[in-house]
């Protein structure tokens, strides 16, 4: 972790009121977040007294009454992002909602279940060597049913450059070494996007850092609160967490309030950018310039952001059956447009080579897939106005029905496609010249420096290829510089595997945020995180034996038993496949879990 994420000392317990009120909140509305400061404090003080073993016992508590809320939660979820109880997309909201918040406590629990038992939470993980004199951490998978499920895919953990296996497991475990040293409160500024984001923001704070947590909903996720409310209930009861609502105003006190010690935000960098120096326009706009040159933020507490940014989509040319350009442009396509785009996760640049011969094919794929996806609504706030920059800065870009395709020309200008999150459905294609090394060596430095941000990145590569390439492709990867890697996946496969972390390639300050600071989920509690990398099966089953079986279509491939994923866009059994996969992680059974494996199949 930076320095950035660490506390100063609690505040006291006693009310303190911050110097700094918005005229537009009443003395009501002051109170109310002032006496949720209080009871959080009070809250640390329960925690600090809490041994990690009664801390397992809680979070079981969290999570029996999450799986009891996981149907509600999926579809009041949905029905706030206009998806009705029969549209295909709908099981979105079940794996990125309560799946992600079950399997994040279910990882918390085996963790602190081992520190409870004196054992260190690496015991029986692999950790060897990265390039770079790295320590890298096999993180997924370490269950079972995990391994079973979603064969083909793992995860590695990849430390900074000078940290020791032994260092990392003297590390990990964060806060839960020290259980009875307090944190104090922290707040966290929920995201507005996506539902268990504000959840796990939440519980990293408890137990990576040892602070209860006031967090502030967007009020995009206002119909979630009450469903919030019952989840989290063993954590409320306690005073171990506050949910607010509320607006910028709100926002604004509590960033100021003095009882909090520390603030974690998902969201925009303008909106960091605010909150720790004051608005860029408006009256305040030149006292914000002055703090900035004299370097006096007004944020006088740590802050650590997950903010986004321009997310590539590498694709390293090689010899692709006419399966593979169809699965793989349905796979881009699901990149950008799950959620309609809404997601600091989605990918938006595709990189390809103008020397793969069969680029056009791909291209025309690549159309197919986009087009042809369902269509659904663009609801998040300031998004149409996006599309409509994309529109103007790329008059002649394909308009697909609810969505654009961006296919950047020689003459064409890739600045504000490459700089700009629309945070929208607008993908775009981008060329660099080459094969082979030098392909993935100048997309690997477009990437670089070409894109905004540092979040997450994509690539797509046949086993081939990736074996011809030898140790020049891991080269290729240590160069990549974000923190979320996904070879043959998506990152956002990443995002919802709780041992592996996510957050931007360290490097971010408060002068210059980029995608932000710090990193969250990190379910084995370990310091020095720089980046997390997965990977995945080129080909879905049943058609990665057909490729092991002709080393000219690429063998050698990733064995799994895993068809097309429930999360592609074009999966059409997926809403079905993501509901039954909840309920099982909630609720364990046989029968069900066949049932939804069957479903699979017919995705």
């Known amino acids: 972790m930076t320095s950035a994420s660490t506390a100063p000392a609690p505040a006291s317990a006693s009310k303190s009121t911050p110097t700094s009120q918005p005229a537009s909140l009443s003395e009501g509305e002051r109170e109310r977040l002032d006496t949720a400061v209080d009871d959080l404090q009070a809250g640390s003080r329960t925690w600090s007294a809490l041994t990690v073993a009664q801390r397992v016992t809680l979070l079981r508590a969290v999570r029996t009454s999450v799986a009891a809320t996981a149907e509600d939660w999926a579809n009041t979820a949905a029905a706030s992002k206009g998806l009705d109880g029969k549209h295909p997309l709908r099981g979105e909201e079940w794996l990125s909602g309560p799946y992600s918040v079950l399997g994040a406590l279910d990882a ?148 100021a309030h003095p009882g909090l010690v520390h603030v974690h935000i998902t969201g925009s960098a303008a909106t960091f950018d605010t909150i720790v120096w004051g608005p860029s326009k408006g009256d305040g706009a030149a006292a914000t310039k002055r703090r900035r040159r004299e370097n006096r933020p007004q944020l006088k507490k740590p802050i650590t952001a997950e903010l986004g940014g321009v997310s590539p989509i590498i694709v390293v040319p090689g010899a692709w059956t006419d399966a593979d350009l169809t699965y793989q442009a349905e796979h881009i396509a699901t990149m950008r447009l799950q959620n309609s785009g809404h997601n600091c996760i989605a990918g938006q640049v595709v990189i390809m080579s103008s020397d793969w011969d069969q680029a056009d094919a791909f291209r025309a794929a690549l159309r197919r897939a986009y087009a042809n996806a369902p269509e659904r609504p663009i609801w998040y706030p300031g998004s149409p106005s996006r599309m409509d920059l994309a529109t103007d800065a790329y008059p002649d870009a394909l308009v697909l029905g609810d969505r654009l395709l961006v296919e950047i020309d020689a003459d064409d200008d890739a600045a504000a496609l490459e700089t700009t999150e629309y945070f929208a459905p607008v993908l775009g294609v981008v060329t660099v010249p080459g094969t082979g090394q030098e392909f993935l060596d100048a997309a690997v430095a477009h990437a670089n420096d070409k894109l905004q941000g540092t979040l997450g990145a994509n690539l797509l590569i046949d086993p081939a290829t990736e074996k011809s ?85 690429g063998g050698g491939g990733r064995l799994t038993i895993l068809p097309k994923p429930p999360w592609f866009v074009s999966a059409r059994t997926g809403a079905a496949v993501s509901e039954g996969l909840t309920r099982h992680r909630a609720n364990g059974g046989v029968v069900g879990l066949l049932k939804t494996l069957t479903k699979a199949l017919q995705a």
């Open 108 to 255: 918390y629990i085996e963790t602190l279940s081992r520190l409870a038992k004196g054992m260190n939470p690496l015991d029986g993980i692999t950790i060897d060597r990265a390039p770079g004199g790295r320590t890298r951490v096999h993180a997924f998978p370490l269950t079972g049913i995990d391994r079973f499920l979603l064969s083909g895919f793992t995860g590695e953990v990849w430390l900074e450059p000078g940290i020791t296996p032994n260092a990392a497991r003297a590390g990990a475990g964060l806060a839960q070494r020290t259980p009875t040293e307090p944190g104090g409160v922290g707040l966290v500024l929920g995201a507005g996007n996506v539902t268990s984001i504000p959840v796990l923001d939440v519980l990293y704070e408890l137990l990576a850092h040892n602070r209860t947590a006031l967090l502030k909903v967007n009020p995009t996720q206002d119909a979630l609160v009450p469903v919030y409310k019952r989840a989290l209930a063993p954590l409320i009861e306690p005073g171990l967490l506050r949910i607010v609502r509320g607006g910028p105003a709100v926002g604004a006190y509590l960033t």
């Open 469 to 553: 390439l030898g140790a020049g492709f891991e080269r290729a990867i240590t160069a990549l510089h974000y923190g979320s890697i996904a070879i043959n996946g998506w990152t956002a496969f990443g995002f919802i595997t709780p041992t592996l972390t996510w957050g931007a390639f360290p490097g971010g300050t408060i002068d210059d945020v980029g995608s932000g600071i710090g990193v969250v989920h990190n379910a084995l509690l370990l310091d020095g995180v720089e980046r997390s990398v997965l990977r995945g099966p080129f080909r879905p089953f049943p058609r990665w034996i057909a490729g092991s079986l002709s080393l000219s279509k």
